[in-house]
């Protein structure tokens, strides 16, 4: 899997078709402003790892902090303009080259740009005479104070120069979002370079677990795989044994694998921006006990059961609720439920054991933007969407009523969906979930 640039992974002809594309809805006489990420501190001087925000990410491909992009429709000199850190040798000496103005133009295709510190002078007069300024209020604090500053001062500017300050400011997420949901050819292809990788590094996790190593030893050989295909965790991996695996987000990490127990690992890794995120369970000595294998066929069938409800015309919740069902009926079979289906599945009796959704969209974030109902209806499946499919089950030890050969059991599985026109494809299919492949796997690492 060899790394390329990455603005070439997605290409200057991508982001210029989806700043078109935003324009295009936000109409004419309309300005958008997107800012960048800012620095992170997380000690002292010490920062960590920059990521930048999304939105501006998928608008740009510009990796920079510090830097604003501005796309003003109509604009006969310029409607994608940049504004960036200029060059200084010295800070580039300490921190890592910079594009400059000239590489925002010549490199990232902007069709103007401008030091970062000449905001101030520049952007309130692109504002002006525009009816509509879209802008994501809140997601960016300390931007959003100088936002209103510079309307602010329009409009006390406006009676005496007679020029006209914006009127509204409208939620670019609202646009942007929607837009974001459905994924292009290029994006798909990243989320399969995505998928295959963090499917590797499962499998490589699956080799590598035996008793008496360490949740932290299964971490390491997550990061192995993602690290030498260039690419980054896409979130903080959940490696979850035993009683652990009953928490859904188990972050300590650092507990010993234990013979006999279940190890839960939710784990995805990140290519230029775009996620993946699989979570696979299995025993750490090799071998599931007839408890563990009955929680786990009754999850794996209710994801194989979700999965095929995912295809264009279908609903947002038709996955959910075919999971929902199988989980009902498989706990009732096991004696873990009590009563009739339809009144169980009424009062969502099972809950108590599989309390999440069976999935949520995937793209450049691990929860990716977009709405799951239009009005109040769920959200009609069409094809580029991507969602996660993820039941589960989970009985703590000490849970009233349940006999103790089924506690500490907990079991999630969870693939990478795309709607297709014809259906469906699983990004994350390279990791076995069926029981016989999962136990001929583990613990055949050197």
């Known amino acids: ?155 006390s500017q406006s009676a005496r120069s007679g020029r006209q300050a914006p009127l509204e400011m409208v939620a670019l997420d609202h646009v942007l979002h929607d837009m974001r949901l459905y994924k292009s050819r290029a994006e798909l292809g990243l989320m399969r370079t995505s998928g295959a990788i963090a499917a590797a590094g499962h499998v490589r996790a699956m080799r590598h677990t035996r008793p008496g190593g360490h949740e932290y030893g299964i971490v390491a050989e997550l990061l192995h795989e993602f690290r030498r295909n260039n690419a980054d965790c896409s979130y903080q991996p959940i490696v979850g044994g035993g009683a652990n695996s009953c928490i859904l987000h188990y972050r300590e990490n650092d507990q010993p694998l234990v013979d006999g127990d279940l190890l839960l690992v939710d784990a995805g890794c990140e290519v230029a921006g775009y996620a993946s995120d699989i979570t696979r369970t299995w025993p750490v000595n090799g071998r599931f006990t007839p408890a563990q294998r009955a929680i786990y066929e009754v999850v794996l069938q209710a994801q194989q059961a979700a999965i095929a409800q995912v295809k264009p015309g279908n609903h947002w919740n038709a996955p959910h609720e075919a999971a929902t069902e199988v989980i009902t009926r498989g706990l009732m079979e096991l004696g873990l439920l009590k009563g009739k289906l339809s009144a169980l599945l009424k009062s969502g009796a099972c809950k108590r054991f599989f309390m999440h959704r069976t999935g949520h969209w995937l793209g450049l974030d691990v929860h990716d933007v977009g709405d799951y109902k239009v009005g109040d209806e769920w959200r009609v499946l069409e094809p580029g969407m991507v969602m996660t499919v993820e039941p589960g089950i989970y009985i703590p030890a000490g849970s009233k009523g349940i006999p103790k050969r089924w506690w500490n059991i907990g079991v999630r599985i969870e693939d990478d969906i795309v709607v297709t026109r014809t259906g469906h494809e699983n990004l994350t299919a390279a990791v076995p979930s069926d029981i016989a492949a999962v136990e001929a796997l583990v613990g055949t690492g050197l």
């Not at 994501?136 to 100088?146: N, Q, T």
């Open 1 to 155: 899997m060899q790394a390329t640039p990455r603005l070439e992974r997605a290409g200057r002809e991508e982001f210029a078709r989806r700043r078109q594309q935003l324009m295009r809805s936000m109409g004419r006489d309309t300005i958008a402003v997107v800012p960048a990420a800012t620095v992170k501190h997380r000690n002292s001087d010490v920062e960590f790892p920059y990521r930048q925000d999304s939105d501006f990410h998928y608008l740009t491909g510009f990796g920079e902090p510090d830097s604003v992009a501005v796309l003003v429709p109509g604009r006969e000199h310029a409607q994608y303009i940049l504004f960036v850190r200029d060059r200084d040798a010295l800070r580039e000496t300490w921190d890592g080259r910079r594009a400059g103005p000239d590489g925002a133009r010549t490199d990232y295709g902007a069709d103007d740009a401008f030091p970062i510190t000449d905001i101030d002078e520049i952007l309130p007069g692109l504002m002006e005479n525009r009816a509509k300024v879209f802008y994501a209020m809140g997601g960016h604090p300390e931007f959003d104070h100088r936002m209103l500053s510079w309307l602010q001062h329009l409009r």
